[in-house]
């Protein structure tokens, strides 16, 4: 197993680099994304705190599927996806669903805790957020490999 030494870098030059070389002598690339393993998380954060580069670990993102799957949660989070940036306060989000109050609290915090969905109080209002960074990774997550055995100029037969 090739190991990926962390400790002298200071710039994302120098991480790219090092994930270049890292590569080439064994460690699997696909789709643009160096995968080092499923127990090393890369996350650079510049200054506005978004994350531009970071490898999901295969237990989070099973995580958030799983919270994904229950068609209430999926209802809440799409809504909040759609409400933007603004979020939605959480009465609105439960007259829009029609959930009911403590149905919604117990699914927004299966949500909160797998980190999809944060919540900010404004005064005396209870604002949640689609985390977008997050969402986007979960999404880099399930297609970054996708095609990654299928041999380079294989004619595809038509069956």
Known sequence: MAVLTLDRITSAW??????QVACSNGIRSGGGTAYISNILEIQLTPHDGRSIFGVMKIEDAAARLEALGNPTRLKIYRTLVRAGQAGMA???LQDKLKV???TLSHHIKSLVSVGLVSQVRESTTLVCHANYDLMQGLVDFLVAECCADEKCGEAKSAA
């Not at 120098?14 to 994930?19: D, G, H, N, T, V």
């Open 14 to 19: 120098e991480l790219a680099r090092a994930i």
């Open 100 to 102: 009911a109050p403590s």
């Open 90 to 92: 959480v009465g609105r």
